[in-house]
């Protein structure tokens, strides 16, 4: 396609520089003059104590969601038992429930004075000290957290990975004289392998980007230690340090993702075969029982069993839970929520725009940049955004201050623009992997035949694209105003003064041991969290040639921590 629009090209460039930004900074300021100095400082202090944890709580988290979403996602794309039909989608909606709220909600069901240490000491006439009881606020407490959480990353991805093998791999595998054990080690699990380490890859960066459920449960990693430094310490170089370190665990956590993918691939059936024409195995007896059994414990831990408490917790006092303040909170999320992910839809389509247009590699450049930011942390980002935009309002304090004589107020920190900038760069990737696909499917002859009728590239993308992008648009806005609605650390730290949302309230409440009060905001995020993953579920259902498009909306789904 020929080349056009030159301007749209150096806007996508322009903004892929501006994404690009926070991370440099971190960067920058990590390795600036005298940071030795600073990591000196934290190596003898808090780093060894943050980095056990941290790798603790990657091995404990990828150990878990392999197994269990693995186990989950063959179950049910290879067997069916009582119940597997729900259990398709209802293995989905631990996505819908953020690791920080069902952290608030285990430790009130759990805690001495919750309704299960209660009940036991109430039946066996214990009192406090005559028993053990596991304390969730731990490390291995946090990992358990995390793999009911985010298990669903690896469940779907590696579902539609076994529902992919056509059946005459299986035919293959008996005429070999293989059993069912020996064919799924040998033939499912070793094609299921890039979907796999794909989802974990994805859960591993959840655990590594999560600020909440750690910091409730008191466990130090890096985002707390980055908190800490900045705003309780106010040490910039400190949170600097810690940032670049996060980043790398982040990227190392994606180059052994590539390495363990190493060069397999995976494919659809061919000639459009649908995904239900694999052989299924009908569980009956203890088999089925222990199926059943399974993928009813993963949906009752990671979500049943967390919303029921979190509604026990509002029915016990709804004249607290419920107040004034609640409309406030929902008004600055809608708010936020809904300019960030406007924001993100544009730009996902002015950058999609410039590359269907310029196809060469400064757009591919920009585009891999802009995706990117999903992989950065939320409580990296906030650093990132406060560097340069603290400089950039120092220099206009100066400027304003020799004018007139009188110091202004903040320009863009502790505004929404600070805000809305973190949440753009890391949201983007939720908005293009809408969009993008939307794009693919339109034919380079309309905009031919656009071109032929004198119509430009702004006029093509306006009376051609766009009633034909409706669809990802609206799918780009939804799943990124969820994911931006339930983000906690970014919001916690560029927030402007006096402006809260349902996460911020949800955890300063939860901090502050007002469950009861913490319920209602975290219910809502919940309750909100719910519309992409019932989209999402309907997209598992369909056939392989659909089976992309499941992919792309899981990378969006549930981010927050």
Not at 32 to 37: D, E, S, V
Not at 242 to 261: G, H, K, P
Not at 416 to 436: D, G, H, K
Not at 472 to 489: G, I, N, Q, T, Y
Request: with cysteine.
């Amino acid at each position: 396609m020929r080349a056009n629009a030159p301007w749209l090209t150096g806007t996508a460039i322009a903004v892929a520089a501006i994404a690009a930004l926070p991370t440099l900074a971190v960067v920058t300021r990590g390795v600036a003059p005298g940071a030795g100095a600073t990591w000196e400082h934290l190596l003898a202090t808090t780093l060894p104590e943050m980095v056990a944890n941290t790798l603790w709580l990657l091995l404990l988290v990828g150990v878990g969601v392999i197994v269990g979403g693995t186990a989950c996602g063959w179950l049910l794309a290879r067997h069916r038992f009582p119940g597997s039909r729900v259990f398709e989608w209802a293995l989905l909606l631990p996505l819908a429930m953020p690791a920080y709220v069902m952290a608030y909600a285990y430790t009130d069901f759990l805690e001495y004075a919750g309704p299960v240490q209660s009940a036991l000491r109430a039946s066996f006439g214990l009192a406090h000290g005559d028993y053990w009881f596991p304390d969730v606020r731990t490390v291995p407490g946090a990992a358990v957290i995390f793999i009911f959480a985010l298990f669903p990353y690896v469940y779907l991805l590696t579902r539609v990975a076994f529902l992919e093998r056509p059946r005459s791999l299986a035919e293959a595998a008996r005429t070999l004289g293989l059993d069912r054990r020996q064919a799924f080690l040998r033939v499912d699990l070793p094609l299921a392998r890039p979907a796999i380490a794909a989802g974990a890859a994805l859960a591993l960066m959840e655990t590594l980007a999560d600020f909440g459920t750690v910091s409730y449960f008191a466990v130090p990693t890096f985002t707390t230690g980055i908190y800490r430094a900045w705003f309780n310490l106010g040490d910039r170089a400190a949170a600097a340090q810690l940032a670049s370190a996060l980043l790398v665990f982040v990227v190392t956590v994606l180059i052994l993702e590539r390495v363990s993918r190493g060069a397999g691939r995976t494919y659809a059936a061919a000639h459009g075969r649908a995904v239900t024409d694999t052989v299924r195995e009908t569980l009956r007896g203890v088999p089925a029982l222990a199926a059943t059994g399974v993928c009813t414990i993963a949906v009752t831990v990671g979500f049943a069993l967390p919303v029921a408490i979190l509604l026990r917790l509002i029915h016990a006092d709804p004249e607290i839970a419920f107040d004034a303040r609640f409309a406030t909170w929902m008004g600055h999320t809608l708010v936020a929520a809904g300019v960030a992910a406007g924001v993100c839809a544009v730009l996902a389509i002015v950058v999609a725009y410039a590359l269907r247009l310029n196809p060469g590699w400064p757009m591919r450049a920009a585009s891999r940049v802009l995706t990117l930011g999903y992989a950065v942390p939320g409580t990296v980002l906030a650093v990132g955004v406060l560097l340069p935009l603290g400089t950039i309002d120092a220099v206009y304090a100066d400027w304003r201050r020799s004018v007139t004589g009188v110091a202004p107020g903040l320009l863009l920190t502790g505004t929404i623009v600070a805000l809305v900038y973190a949440y753009v760069v890391r949201y983007f990737a939720v908005a293009w992997n809408a969009v993008e696909p939307g794009f693919a499917r339109i034919t380079p002859a309309m905009d031919a035949a656009a071109r032929s009728l004198g119509v430009g590239a702004a006029g093509t993308l306006v009376r051609v694209h766009a009633p034909l992008l409706a669809r990802s648009v609206a799918a780009a806005l939804l799943l990124s105003f969820v994911d931006v609605m339930k983000e906690l650390p970014a919001t916690l730290i560029l927030r402007p003064f006096n402006f809260d949302t349902l996460a911020t309230q949800a955890y300063q409440l939860a901090r502050d041991e007002r469950l009861a009060e913490a319920a209602v905001p975290s219910l809502a995020i919940v309750v909100v969290g719910l519309v992409p993953i019932v989209l999402l579920a309907r997209l598992a259902r369909r056939d392989a040639q659909r089976a992309p498009l499941a992919t792309a909306a899981t990378l969006s789904a549930q981010q927050g921590g």
